[in-house]
């Protein structure tokens, strides 16, 4: 439970410290056009097919809301302290921000406060990394209030490789 609560408090404090942008955040992201396809690409080495993810409001309340697309499927239903492979094994997935759930875009082309970042949180550990994407773009595409789902596109390139392409449908996380 403290390995979990570690773990929560850094992505809380990763989140906190990025923001998003609808003005592109200074440039256009260099990246490939979204594919209309399942989010899919490569995490650290391995070709992934993402089975979705999810969206919870980040802390605060104020500070719109912080995206997961999922790079395995979850084997418990905690949206919040999700597990995968029985706990065993690494805990990855792409995370981001967004202002909030309207129809919009963004660019992120650094690695700075507007980043997409492909996270691996360690298996038996609290130790948490992060490969920030060099360019990205998120579009979102649909909210839908009733069935409480995000739909949207994704583009991203990692610093060391990693990287995703395709559509994704997130469901609402409740903490």
């Known amino acids: 439970m403290l390995k979990k609560l570690f773990s929560l408090v850094f992505v809380v404090a990763l989140f906190i410290s990025c923001s998003s942008s609808d003005d592109g955040g200074g440039g256009e992201s260099n990246c490939a056009d979204p594919l209309n396809q399942t989010a899919q690409g490569n995490f650290r080495g391995d070709n992934f097919v993402s089975p979705g993810g999810t969206f919870i409001l980040a802390p605060g ?4 809301y912080s995206c997961t697309i999922y790079v395995e499927n979850r084997t418990n239903n905690d949206c919040v302290f999700p597990e995968f492979g029985n706990g065993l094994g690494d805990q990855d997935s792409i995370k981001f921000l967004i202002d909030d759930l309207s129809l ?3 660019n992120y082309t650094d690695t ?3 980043a997409i970042n492909f996270n691996r949180i360690e298996a038996n550990s609290v130790t948490t990394t992060a490969e920030f994407a060099t360019c990205g773009t998120v579009t979102i595409t649909a909210y839908d209030a009733n069935a409480e789902t995000l739909t949207g596109t994704i583009t991203a390139n990692g610093q060391d490789g990693s990287q995703i392409n395709g ?5 609402l996380c409740v903490f």
């Open 167 to 171: 559509t994704f449908v997130l469901d």
């Open 112 to 114: 700075g406060g507007s």
């Open 104 to 106: 919009s875009s963004y």
């Open 61 to 64: 309340g104020n500070n719109g």
